[in-house]
């Protein structure tokens, strides 16, 4: 299924205003940013119900001798339960139950002309519904909950007998109201015995038949009237907790559920096998009490699971037991002798407070890991950004649609982190291709015209020959040059005439068009040239002008690399954080060797190295290749540590060398320098912190998650870097009749304050960078414009961040979040794809918004002799999270990265990767929490 991008659809006309022949970049088009707040179609000011938890034990209240109970409910809320007392005289009350053995918490006396019948609560507990019985006939009535006197007010009289009441929980869009409200369905008896079922307004009007022997007189059939189902008789029993499934019960006692699809009734189904049995779902939807007259307690039938087990045996319940909203528990009416007592009685239902567990049950599979673990990964087979799984719900699902269950989205630190990559990426190619390939072109011309004018024949001149052919596209006139380009492997350069390796010449990265392709090699050729005492002195002898060229070039980069391990020919010498300084002599480029590099430096084994350095077996076999894992541990993230625990037994140093690289990256705060890449490092350790695992999303899906989001994201930053970075190398639709509006999705954020203010605080110094640092364009009209707009979107991006980390906190400590919080969660999609696409296209010469690269990529990171380590980001997963919600729990979907190493023979392309990534094995650590199925879309019932 092919998902389009909604910026994609609204921003094309907002992009281009021509100045000469380059497209003006949307960055400074006002109009191109995303209005805000976006108040969207969900009513998110609607009152949210917290519910209370039901008591842990089991509460009794033993009724007095000739007091009876004609009906009662548990409160939406949980708090209480409502119920119709009847004494011996015949007296009737309305009374609540805040289940204490003493009595009844409140009681209300019922006038003698009127006769309740049934009682139902108002889905947001602020009334009950009462059904009565007069001279005249029945009623519907409405008493406020905190009434101190019987005060009702009528909603609808009939001649008739009315039988059973029931309160649809969500409400309806009716012609000629002003809001939508709520509907009240009821069985109404026929002249021939049977019953109707039928509906009427909280207010009193639109009065149809949903169920019965035939259509209402003078209704239209069509798009424009309600659909009647034909049935001999049938009354109202229970809705789905989705609120668009009503369950009803014919003149044999047999179970049908009949589904409000979006605007109109649907067709009607057989609900269970066995009639005279009385279903009703449970809170979270995933299973159902089957109560039956007679026999001990009730069965709990799974829906997902096809369990069934006996519950509360040991009493005989005398009618329906009512459920507490967090499904923990039944009120019931029991008889024992001659003592009958109304009983609050604990059960045990999986996910029994997960509200929503119904829309996320696809397998049973499913429902034990969300039992075992509280969340889950899905495969999202079909997308490649990982901020369109924030459109699912809204555009794949067919709106957004308040006629349709939407399930609440999880805002991540991924989706942030992704948005970073782009701004990072986006400005470190504007800058590689408005100053850095400029000022390499001026260095390796004017080192190569000096070179072949000074030192003909060589070393130095035959080495810049090949590179200034390769920058041309002359490779087919040098030798050298072709096996830079053919990038095979090992072989004998025939300007040095030594080993090199020219597979790590190959392009890779964001270095896809065939400049970008020249441009590569030939930096990466020059920068591992080993260079002897003579080359260098040769090099640093020529023109001044070949020096200042080479500082140019290499100053546009210094915001994005660490520090490096590497002397320079026009530099000075290595500023490094390197235990073992690089010792092979001076380099061109001082490429990057940041904490990450110093990690894996040290958990790979160096034949040169002490004794008490050396990573290797007892019996002397060398570990070559490095994990990302040992990064992660390097940065203070105890998951990565017990996942090498293998590793420490079998390498006996390691444990220690990892041990001493994460005392000393402490003590740095993850900097070897002021600069971007060591931001981002330390941004690193903060998101693999163990300071926010308090929360109540703390878990092993939560700790996999943080680890394999740290992962994908350094590995995005290699990713970007690869061309300036050090490797470690180890040696060795419209109409219808009356719309539905669903419960509002009200989602969750991330409850990782820090993650969130440690990416917003890399925005913050990137919009320094930009704004102190080198000009992004040759014309300076043109940079300010540039500069201006890339600033604003920064900002743009710091700010919305900032947001979502202040509702983090907000989680944390159990505040209530705000209509405008829930909004920002619910549109989150807005606050990250827009700028996503904007950050993309500074890779286009033309700065217009186009279809971003998949967010698939891979790099590589060490090597070892005939492999080299990968670092693959995959498809976007999705994250299914229990989280709370409303003093019960509740499910959120969320994107997140993926994360994949392994070892290659020689370093991947991304072409290369995206063609093998879905076959990939995933590291143990995330497949153990990988569900075998996709989510339905909308959500479907079990």
Request: hydrophobic residues 40%; glycine residues 8%.
């Amino acid at each position: 299924m092919t998902i389009v991008s909604r910026a994609l659809l609204v921003c094309g006309a907002l992009l281009i205003g021509v100045t000469g022949t380059r497209a003006q970049t949307p960055l400074v088009d006002e109009a191109a940013a995303p209005s805000e707040p976006y108040q969207g179609p969900f009513a998110y000011d609607e009152e949210e119900i917290v519910v209370a938890r039901s008591p842990a034990e089991p509460v009794a209240l033993d009724l007095p001798q000739g007091l009876s109970l004609r009906d009662y409910e548990a409160s939406p809320t949980g708090r209480e339960a409502a119920v119709i007392v009847e004494d011996a005289a015949r007296r009737q009350q309305v009374a609540f139950w805040a289940f204490g053995r003493d009595g009844f918490s409140r009681r209300i006396d019922v006038p003698a002309q009127t006769r309740l019948v049934s009682i139902t609560w108002h889905p947001r507990g602020k009334a009950v519904f009462l059904l009565a019985t007069t001279e005249r006939g029945s009623q519907i009535l409405r008493l406020d909950a905190t009434a101190a006197s019987f005060t009702p007010t009528t909603v609808y009289s009939s001649a008739a007998s009315l039988r059973r009441l029931v309160v649809g929980p969500r409400p309806f869009e009716v012609n000629g109201e002003k809001a939508p409200v709520l509907r009240l369905f009821f069985g109404e008896k026929l002249a021939s015995g049977a019953y109707a079922l039928r509906t009427v307004t909280e207010t009193g009007k639109g009065l149809y038949t949903v169920v019965g022997p035939q259509r209402d007189a003078g209704k239209k059939n069509d798009d424009e009237a309600p659909n009647t189902t034909i049935a001999a008789s049938a009354l109202p029993l229970q809705f789905h907790p989705a609120g668009n499934q009503l369950v009803w019960e014919d003149q044999k006692k047999c179970l049908h559920k009949l589904t409000y699809a979006a605007d109109n009734w649907g067709k009607s189904a057989p609900l269970g096998r066995d009639c005279g049995h009385t279903l009703t779902y449970t809170p979270n939807g995933i299973a159902m009490i089957d109560w039956q007259p007679g026999q001990p307690g009730v069965r709990i039938r799974g829906l997902v699971d096809n369990s069934d087990q006996v519950a509360l045996g040991e009493y005989k319940l005398d009618s329906v037991p009512s459920q507490m909203p967090d499904g923990r528990g039944v009120i019931a009416l029991t008889t024992n002798g001659a003592v009958r007592s109304l009983r609050y009685l604990p059960i045990s239902v999986p996910l029994a407070d997960v509200a929503n567990a119904w829309m996320y049950m696809e397998s049973a599979a499913d429902q034990q890991a969300f039992v075992r673990d509280r969340g889950l990964f899905r495969r999202l087979p079909e997308m490649d950004q990982l901020y369109k799984l924030y459109d699912t719900e809204s555009y794949q699902c067919g709106a957004p649609d308040t006629r349709v269950p939407t399930r609440p989205y999880f805002v991540t630190t991924d989706l942030f982190w992704e948005l970073y990559s782009a701004a990072f990426d986006g400005l470190f190619i504007i800058l590689e291709r408005e100053q850095a390939g400029p000022a390499f072109a001026r260095f390796v011309a004017a080192a190569d015209a000096e070179l072949a004018r000074r030192h003909p024949g060589s070393r130095m001149a035959k080495a810049f020959a090949a590179a200034h052919a390769v920058l041309d596209g002359r490779s087919e006139s040098n030798a050298e040059a072709r096996l830079i380009v053919a990038a095979r492997g090992a072989e004998q350069s025939l300007a040095l005439q030594e080993t090199l390796d020219f597979a790590q010449f190959k392009p890779r990265g964001h270095y896809t068009t065939d400049a970008q392709k020249r441009y590569f090699g030939a930096v990466r050729y020059l920068s591992a040239l080993p260079l002897s005492a003579e080359d260098t002195a040769m090099l640093r002898g020529l023109d001044a002008s070949v020096g200042r060229a080479a500082t140019d070039w290499i100053a546009v980069y210094r915001p994005f690399i660490a520090s490096s391990r590497l002397d320079l020919v026009w530099g000075g010498a290595a500023s490094t954080i390197a235990s073992h300084p690089d010792t092979r002599g001076p380099r061109l480029f001082p490429l990057s060797w940041g904490w990450d590099n110093e990690a894996l430096d040290n958990v790979v084994d160096h034949a040169d190295r002490p004794a008490a350095e050396r990573i290797v077996t007892r019996d002397g076999g060398s570990r070559l290749l490095p994990s990302g894992l040992d990064f992660a541990a390097v940065a203070g993230n105890r998951l990565a540590s017990e996942l090498l625990s293998r590793d420490f037994a079998t390498y006996p140093n390691l444990a220690g060398r990892i041990a001493a690289v994460r005392q000393r990256f402490a003590a740095a705060g993850g900097q070897s320098r002021s600069s971007l890449y060591d931001s981002w490092i330390a941004a690193l350790a903060t998101q693999w912190a163990d300071s926010t695992t308090a929360s109540t999303v703390a878990g092993p899906v939560w700790n996999a998650k943080r680890l394999q989001t740290g992962l994908a994201s350094w590995a995005t930053l290699r990713h970007a870097t690869v061309l300036v970075n050090d490797k470690t190398v180890a040696e060795c639709g419209e109409g219808g009749f009356e719309a539905i509006v669903m419960q509002p999705p009200r989602g969750y954020v991330e409850p990782d304050p820090a993650s969130f203010a440690a990416i917003a605080d890399l925005f913050e110094a990137t919009i320094a960078m930009v704004r102190d640092g080198r000009s992004l364009a040759a014309d300076a009209a043109a940079n300010a414009r540039l500069r201006d707009g890339i600033i604003r979107r920064l900002t743009e991006s710091r700010d919305s961040i900032r947001k979502y980390q202040r509702i983090a906190e907000k989680e944390l400590k159990g505040e209530t979040l705000s209509a405008e919080d829930y909004r920002l969660i619910q549109y989150v999609a807005r606050a990250a794809e827009h700028n996503f696409l904007i950050f993309s296209s500074l890779s286009n010469p033309q700065y217009a918004l186009s279809n971003p690269d998949p967010m698939m990529k891979v790099v590589d990171v060490a090597d070892a002799p005939g492999t080299t380590r990968e670092l693959g980001v995959g498809r976007p997963l999705e994250w299914d999270q229990i989280v709370p919600h409303g003093g019960r729990s509740q499910i959120v979907k969320g994107g997140v990265y993926s994360y994949y190493e392994f070892a290659s023979p020689r370093p991947l392309d991304d072409a290369e990767w995206r063609k093998m990534v879905d076959a990939q094995p995933r590291p143990d650590w995330v497949a153990r929490h990988l569900s075998a199925n996709v989510l339905s879309c909308p959500a479907r019932q079990p």
